[in-house]
């Protein structure tokens, strides 16, 4: 994280993200490796931004010539709110919320948001695993589930559980193109092709009640967050279903952020290889 902001070099294009708190932000090395692989000359840095001046840090960065900035916790809806135009996928998710921030050369913001992408192309590239035709569970119905809603085109249905059932209920009424219904957890009784943890319970350690009967062998469980095993992770090991946590789509929405700035796709599995065995 820095404290104040990089010196401006001449030719070189700055990027930042912004969150509160950020030190922990993986983004800065991997934007650096994918700069290295493309031979981008652009700098990406951390940015703490304090929790009521979102926006001033935003305008100041546009004053300093920055050309764009990731979102982070807490700031993706109030991004959303200071854009002065939107990717077409931020209008249909319906979320509100945004990460990836382009500064153009007017002025004004554009606001896109590449978390749902970054799910969809780990399940499918990375994990080699087709979300064509299948049974999908979402546990969870906060801000993080409804960023990856609209990633899952082709499911054949969606169940969201979440503990305050109105949340899921909300959620699923935004669903058009598959079957889809709420849940509690309690209430599930079967096994789903893919599980998303996209609850908040794991950075507590808290374990879901939900039933093992969700997780079969040919299940995927796919815990959104990263740096730690968390009860769900355990139980759908226990259970028997391949186990896989945020990281890759922590990597892949920073590829798809890096390629709406830059126009090149860089290469994702040998920077997720790297964290992985940082
Ligand atoms: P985020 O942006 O991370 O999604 P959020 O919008 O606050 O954050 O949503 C957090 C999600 O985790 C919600 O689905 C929340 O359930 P509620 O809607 O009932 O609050 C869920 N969550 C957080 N802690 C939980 C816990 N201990 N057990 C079950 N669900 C939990």
């Known amino acids: 994280m820095t404290e104040k902001y990089a010196e401006p ?12 708190p950020i030190a922990h932000s ?13 031979n981008q000359n652009i700098t990406y840095e951390a940015v703490l931004a304090p929790l009521d001046g979102f926006e001033a840090t935003v305008r100041d960065l546009i004053k300093q010539g920055y050309k764009g900035a990731n979102v982070t916790v807490p700031f993706k809806f109030e991004a959303y709110k200071i854009c002065d135009s ?7 998710s319906g979320s509100g919320a945004v990460n990836t921030l382009t500064f153009l050369n007017n002025g004004k913001i554009h606001g ?5 992408v970054g799910l969809r192309n780990d399940i499918v590239q990375n ?15 906060g801000g993080a589930a409804h960023g990856i809603l609209n990633s899952l085109v082709g499911a054949s249905s969606i169940v969201i559980a979440n503990r305050t059932h109105e949340r899921a209920l909300e959620l699923v009424m935004g669903i058009q193109d598959c079957e889809a219904r709420a849940s509690t957890f309690e209430s599930l009784e079967k096994p789903y092709d893919l599980i998303v943890n996209a ?5 507590t350690d808290t374990a879901l009640p939900v039933p093992d009967i969700i997780f079969s062998k040919s299940s995927l469980a796919y815990e959104m967050m990263y740096g730690r095993e968390t009860p769900f992770m355990t ?9 896989a946590d945020g990281l890759g789509m922590l990597v892949e929405q920073a590829a798809e952020a890096f390629y709406i700035w830059r126009g090149v796709r860089p290469q994702t599995a040998p920077v997720i290889a790297q964290l992985r065995n940082a």
């Open 9 to 20: 070099l001449i030719g070189v294009d700055r990027y930042a993200v912004l969150g509160n």
């Open 26 to 38: 993986k983004s800065p090395l991997i934007h650096a490796e994918f700069a290295k692989q493309t």
């Open 86 to 92: 939107l990717s077409a996928r931020v209008v249909s």
């Open 112 to 116: 896109d948001n590449t978390d749902g």
């Open 127 to 141: 994990l080699g695993f087709s979300i064509v035709n299948k049974h999908i569970l979402i546990l969870g119905a």
């Open 199 to 203: 609850t908040s319970a794991g950075l």
């Open 235 to 243: 139980q759908a090991r226990a259970n028997g279903a391949q186990v």
